[in-house]
């Protein structure tokens, strides 16, 4: 029946689904029946508004040809500024300071070659050995531009666990040598949530520009990048906010600097009244607009816009709050139902330290992947040892978490993942 307080009961589980203000966006997405879907942290499954809004751009691409740039029920000239301020709400920014453009990796490309500026000692940038690698490339590369050496000027801020960081580390790395400093606002392997506002206020008062990678956070999370005065932002929007897969990325520039030129500079980052003038002088938008390159991607930005009216009507709180509840629910059961058979929780168990995920630590993780999916369950494997888990507020119910940790009991007690090798796949 129950650890403690714990309702192991699909009845139980039932009945949260049945008190669920959220419940009725599920039927808004493409769920095949049987199957549970655990890994909306990497690709967000598809809904039938992005299909919709994507249908649209096709349409009119159809009917109007070129005049689709001024056309049609969402033209394409200011498809990037439209999707911007819808989501500026989920970083807590102003629509200005937002603008849907590139993908991770260049925007951080971008935003480094504008507020990386190394001068005299202070040549340094910060990040941590437990970000994503696509980061810490970026940053390499960037330093090796500026003739300088990543293994000398590359602060990677060690974990004290091997899975989470602590702030004051993270504080203690910002010196007077540091001229940048890049972190995520949730560690994708176990999940932690990052203090952003004290680490937005410890960079400040160090004179020092911060940046968040907020690939893991964007759509499950509220952020308040305005109010914690965040330098910039960078951010997928192929995960929590379904925007299919290589979808437009997105990124935020503090209003303060809204006079800087970009450091990396194309036409469509051009002050919209006279990008058409073609002028070899480049007067840049006077807003976050600034920071696009090249002509909008509107195919792969075009599902986005569908997928954020629905967060929009659910809004980032409420979905927070539920996100909670399935996470919280998930490691109940997890403790309840597979206690002695090697299973660690390796999040932080704390709500204001925990992301959208559910970090399951085990010996045998990739086999036992293997057979999740083998018993109709998607999860997500991470080397060496890691299961990742995300319930996904607008489509995952509480029985789908019940339902999953089921089968995974099931694979346990059978040992069914013994016969699997032992090896990733190419995507794992």
Known sequence: MSVGTVDTTRNYAKAMDREDELASFRKEFYLKDGAIYMDGNSLGLMSKRAEKSLTVAMDTWRNFGIDGWTEGDAPWFDYSERLGAMMAPLVG?????????????????????????????????????????????????????????????????????????????????????????LLPSVLYRSGQLLDMARLSSAARERNIPIGFDLCHSIGAIP??????????????????????????????????????????????????????????????????????????????????????EMFREAEIGRLREKSLRLTRYLMDL?????????????????????????CLVHDEAVRICKALKDNAVVPDFRAPDVIRLAPISLYTSFEDVWDMVQRLKVIMEEKQYERYEKKRGVVA
């Open 93 to 181: 920014a102003s629509a200005e300071e937002v603008i849907a453009t590139g993908s991770t990796t260049t925007n951080i490309h971008q935003l480094a070659a504008t507020f990386y500026k190394p001068e005299g000692k202070r040549a340094k940038i910060v990040a941590d050995e437990l970000t994503f690698p696509s980061d810490i490339y970026a940053l390499q590369s960037q330093l090796r531009l500026h003739g300088l050496n990543p293994d000398e000027h590359l602060i990677r801020v060690p974990s004290r666990d091997g899975r989470t960081l602590d702030e004051e580390d993270l504080i203690a790395a910002m010196t007077d040598e540091v001229a940048l400093v």
């Open 334 to 358: 997890v403790e309840s139902e597979l206690s002695g058979m090697g299973f660690a929780i390796g999040n932080p168990n704390e709500d204001y330290r925990r992301g959208g995920h559910v």
């Open 223 to 308: 952020h308040e990048l305005s109010q914690w005065d965040a330098d910039f932002a960078v951010w997928c929007n192929y995960k929590y906010l379904n925007a299919g897969p290589g979808s437009v990325a997105g990124l935020f520039v503090n209003r303060r600097h809204f006079s800087k030129v970009p450091g990396l500079t194309g036409w469509f980052g051009s002050k919209k009244e006279v990008q058409f003038e073609l002028d070899h002088q480049l007067t840049p938008a006077e807003d976050a607009g600034a920071y696009q390159i090249g002509t909008p991607h509107i195919l792969s930005a075009a599902p986005l816009l569908g997928s954020l």
